[in-house]
């Protein structure tokens, strides 16, 4: 029965999305104009402070990043304007879609499933934080779009908890539920931010963060090699699947050069900063 519910489910989700019978989560209008502003060089500070000063919870919010001691100097900071030439377009272009983010999470839901949707949320937050200090201290790329990428990346359970609520035998089955939000939100989450014109290398991030050994072309790190780790260490502490692996096979630790004990070691050393990460993105 769970397996042909599974398959049944899959089937009928997958076809509703893809002839526009479910919409998609969409961000908050101001944050896809600012989106939009942010990626135009031509764009100047003040025509993209204009459209953040609209919303008063990312104005406020943006200027507690700026502000935070992640990134302040010694001028207290008390516009928007200045917020953005402190911190510059493509870190503010991650926070205000992750702060965004939160909105999209407030869909209320039933009792059951939301409470799901509540877990799903605290555990983004913690693989963004996770995310933005493993891209900091052994990568290359941007620690605000690796936090970005954390936080998206399971953005296809959303959706996928929304449609459940119509199949109360699914409802009734937490084993078969996991299970449909495990094989499904991956691919869910592809098409979302897809249509939220995400660049290619975060959508990858949904596509594949649960794919441990994949062995994509090149030898350099990516953002899905940062939150696929940030993802397992998240579960350290628990009795995840993901615990009881050997993760020196890992290939994603050999891209970023760090035994997965390093890794954990300094993950265990940041705790203060990973707590700092996690308030400015759900305070």
Same mark, same amino acid.
């Given at each position: 029965m769970a397996s042909s519910l599974l398959e049944k489910f899959t089937r009928d989700i997958v076809f509703d999305i893809t002839h526009n019978k479910i919409v998609l989560p969409t961000l908050p209008e101001i944050a896809l104009k600012a989106r939009k502003l942010l990626h135009d060089n031509k764009a100047t500070s003040t025509q993209i402070s204009k459209v953040i000063?609209? #919303? *008063? $919870? @990312?104005? +406020?919010r943006l200027l507690r990043v700026a502000n935070s001691p992640l990134y302040r100097t010694q001028n207290q900071i008390e516009d928007v304007r200045a917020a953005i030439t402190r911190l510059g377009n493509s870190i503010v272009r991650s926070l205000i879609t992750s702060l965004a983010m939160e909105q999209v999470y407030r869909t209320r839901l039933t009792a059951? +499933? !939301? $409470? @799901?949707l509540e877990k799903n949320w605290e555990h983004s937050v913690q693989v963004a934080a996770l995310s933005q200090i493993i891209a900091q201290k052994f990568t290359s790329l941007s620690p605000e779009e690796a936090m970005l990428g954390g936080l998206v990346h399971d &953005?296809?359970?959303l959706p996928i908890l929304?449609?459940?609520e119509r199949i109360p035998e699914l409802l009734s089955n937490n084993k078969t539920l996991m299970k449909v939000l495990a094989v499904l939100h991956p691919r869910i989450g592809s098409l979302i931010l897809k249509t939220w014109n995400f660049q290619p290398d975060l959508v990858a991030v949904a596509t594949d963060h649960e794919d441990l050994y994949r062995e994509p072309i090149g030898f350099e *790190? #990516?953002?899905v090699d940062v939150v696929l780790i *940030? !993802?397992?260490l998240s579960y350290i502490g628990t009795d995840h699947p993901y615990t009881q692996l050997d993760w020196s096979e890992i290939p994603a630790f050999s891209r970023l050069s760090i035994p997965p004990e390093d890794c954990i070691a300094t993950i265990k050393a940041a705790k203060d900063? &990973? *707590?700092e990460i996690r308030? @400015? &993105?759900s305070a």
């Open positions: 000063s609209a #919303d *008063a $919870v @990312l104005s +406020t059951q +499933t !939301n $409470v @799901l &953005i296809g359970k929304e449609y459940s *790190a #990516d953002y *940030a !993802n397992m900063e &990973i *707590a308030q @400015l &993105i």
